[in-house]
């Protein structure tokens, strides 16, 4: 059974990191593309950031660009999105996805297949 679980959300200031884990079981994250969408209140859901099954293609939205960093860890199987210099706008809920050969390509949505169930990351003072 594929899976995706979120951890590493919760509450922080302004200016603050944050780390989050997506773990991945019941498949080989090393042939998948996985990334990260986020909904802030009163939103729809936002693609954040996406790294391409062979790591070589990484996006960012333009807002957390130079301020997040997604990444994969093999040994692991998880994939991870470190947030600093966090924004009371990054608050909302973000969600882990992950698409076999998932390449994430510009101008082409992130079209994951797979979702973690959500984690809540508020920034505030």
């Known amino acids: 059974q594929l899976q995706l679980v979120e951890s590493g959300g919760g509450l922080v200031e302004p200016g603050g990191s944050l780390t989050l884990s997506c773990a991945a079981s019941g498949f080989d994250m090393d042939t998948y593309g996985a990334g990260w969408l986020r909904q802030r209140p009163g939103g729809e859901r936002e693609e954040v950031a996406c790294?391409?099954?062979?790591?070589?293609?990484?996006l960012y939205e333009d807002s957390v660009l130079g301020r997040f960093t997604v990444s994969k860890d093999r040994a692991n199987n998880t994939v991870y999105l470190q947030m600093n210099e966090l924004k009371p706008e990054d608050t909302g809920v973000y969600f882990c996805g992950a698409r076999e050969r998932g390449r994430c390509l510009r101008g082409r949505p992130f079209e994951f297949d797979h979702w973690g169930q959500g984690i809540q990351v508020t920034v505030g003072a």
């Open positions: 790294i391409s099954w062979s790591t070589v293609n990484i």
